[in-house]
């Protein structure tokens, strides 16, 4: 049975994951017509920037919720969701100021104006919130919803960036507006989505908050060197050549990352999979995920 359903969860992913990251394809030829390579590599230090600014916030808090998801009952679990939020909020909180510290002292800022600094952390406040309501849906074996998610969050982005940059030619500053403007609108829909069904109770548990936090906070460094690996060579481009000649190597990166489209519906169908077992674990069951982690490196 799990052949049969991993499979059809694994294509319905498949599918989201071709969709939306056809996107950025897509939106290509438009942003290197209407923009200079110096515009596009302003853009992609941004991308660096958020993701370094979403680890910090975020700290991979949604892995609290696959973590308790198949042994713990609903209740808990929207109460562990709540708390989550209020974790993001203040860590959002803080970052912000730091970031304005940062900026009084003479930080480098990419040729960035301190606007779009400070909705650093407003964009990865939504991002966890978006990864809350993903994470559910994904435990669920919800992949469907999932998929409508991802998919939507991909032409809305597109749509705004296309009326904004080819339309309106505003610049750089359109595409940075699709990515503030998608995750506000989408973060909002994840709030009420998850509240409808039952996933946010208002109650504070200290209790959550602290374990949740030791969860979260070792894999800080973890999540950041993971993007200092990914990311960084941006960073480097941009001293050593000028934003120019980022420009033109974003362009070509992101031809690299078709590869990404299996791996990360693997990824997604596998998650789930693992903790249910985990959650009633047994000397055939270790033998059955040990199995399937080595079948996986194969493939």
């Given at each position: 049975m799990f052949k049969v359903r991993g499979a059809k969860t694994f294509t319905m992913y498949f599918a989201s994951s071709i969709i939306a990251k056809a996107i950025p394809f897509f939106l290509l030829p438009i942003l290197t017509f209407f923009l200079s390579t110096e515009e596009y590599g302003i853009i992609s230090i941004y991308q660096v920037l958020v993701s370094f600014t979403g680890a910090i916030v975020g700290m991979s808090l949604q892995s609290n919720i696959t973590r308790n998801f198949y042994n713990r009952d609903q209740e808990y679990l929207a109460t562990l969701v709540f708390n989550i939020i209020i974790i993001a909020g203040v860590s959002s909180v803080l970052v912000f100021f730091g970031i304005i510290i940062s900026l009084f002292l003479g930080a480098p800022t990419f040729s960035i104006t301190g606007f779009w600094y400070l909705m650093l952390p407003i964009i990865s406040f939504m991002q966890i919130i978006i990864a809350l309501n993903l994470t559910i849906l994904r435990n669920q074996r919800n992949s469907l919803l999932f998929g409508i998610f991802q998919m939507s969050r991909s032409f809305f982005e597109m749509t705004v960036v296309v009326l904004l940059v080819a339309i309106m030619?505003?610049?750089?500053?359109?595409?940075l507006y699709g990515i503030l403007l998608v995750h506000l609108v989408l973060g909002f829909v994840s709030v009420i989505f998850m509240f409808r069904r039952g996933f946010i109770r208002v109650s504070l548990d200290l209790s959550i908050i602290k374990e949740s936090l030791s969860v979260s906070l070792p894999l800080i460094p973890h999540?950041?060197?993971?993007?200092?690996?990914?990311?960084?060579?941006?960073?480097?481009v941009e001293r050593m050549a000028g934003s120019s000649e980022l420009?033109?190597?974003a362009v070509g990166y992101q031809f690299g990352t078709a590869i990404s489209l299996i791996t990360s519906a693997v990824s997604l169908t596998w998650t789930p999979w693992l903790y249910e077992r985990l959650s009633q674990i047994s000397?055939?069951?270790?033998i059955r995920i040990v199995q399937s982690i080595y079948?996986?490196?194969?493939g």
């Open positions: 030619l505003i610049g750089w500053q359109g595409r999540i950041l060197g993971g993007i200092v690996l990914g990311l960084s060579d941006r960073l480097f420009g033109v190597y000397t055939v069951g270790k079948t996986l490196w194969i």
